[in-house]
């Protein structure tokens, strides 16, 4: 709808085509010093007794298919429907909330996001660490007041980066990570200011990953450091 308000009809939906084959060729995930797990949305549900590792490094693989849309089609290959699985898990999961039943593995439904999608709570995530390495995942896809918010024990953080989203007055998030530390950064463009108390709330847990450090605001810009 945005790019055939901007170019019109026919034009718009050959930029929006382009966009798509465009994201379609980028990586679906990446990882820090081997450490902060990248990615849109989640970590990946186990599937035909791979481990996370195992299923990550299939995306490495050349001949990984890679999708313009994830909807399955009639009569579609199984090994097509299991990547459209595991594509869509890593870009529509969610961190699963207390009231969540989970499953054995640590994964829940996701009603927020369709049947076709799933929470993961802390024996998921801490699972996957185990298996992959990883020391925390830095996510994107739900919209937080600050642009950013920590979860499951300072483990997971989410940042968005789009401020004022869809008439909201949230303000962006950015992260940056170098030499050990990682310093969190939420910028507001308008003139309401927040307490830094509220600004990077946490689900009540500790935070054993994340120690949070030095503080300063200057403006509308905040930030916060950590160690890694």
């Not at 019109?8 to 995930?29: D, K, S």
């Not at 004022?164 to 170098?178: F, I, L, P, S, T």
């Not at 990682?182 to 910028?187: D, E, G, H, P, T």
């Not at 830094?196 to 054993?208: A, L």
């Amino acid at each position: 709808v945005s790019t055939q308000s901007t170019w019109g009809e026919t034009l718009g939906r050959q930029v929006h085509a382009a966009f798509n084959y465009a994201f379609a060729q980028m990586p679906i995930c990446a990882s820090v010093d081997d450490s902060i797990f990248c990615v849109h949305a989640g970590i990946p549900k186990p599937q035909d007794g791979f481990t996370s590792m195992e299923l990550l490094n299939k995306l490495k693989d050349a001949s990984f298919p890679r999708f313009l849309d994830l909807i399955e089609a009639p009569g579609e290959d199984s090994e097509i429907v299991k990547s459209k699985d595991l594509v869509r898990g890593l870009l529509w999961s969610d961190p699963a909330p207390e009231d969540i039943v989970l499953d054995k593995e640590g994964f829940g439904p996701n009603p927020q996001r369709g049947p076709n999608t799933y929470t993961y709570g802390k024996p998921a995530l801490f699972n996957f660490f185990e298996q992959t390495g990883m020391q925390f995942v830095l996510r994107a896809h739900e919209v937080k007041q600050e642009g950013l918010r920590l979860c499951q024990n300072g483990r997971i953080l989410t940042v968005f980066s789009s401020s004022n989203y869809c008439g909201n007055d949230n303000a962006a998030g950015a992260v940056y990570v170098a030499m050990g530390r990682l310093r969190m950064i939420s910028v507001r463009h308008h003139k309401r200011r927040y307490s830094m108390d509220d600004s990077f709330e946490d689900d009540g847990s500790d935070k054993p990953g994340l120690i949070l450090g030095r503080k300063s605001s200057r403006g509308s810009l905040t930030s916060l450091e950590g160690n890694l």
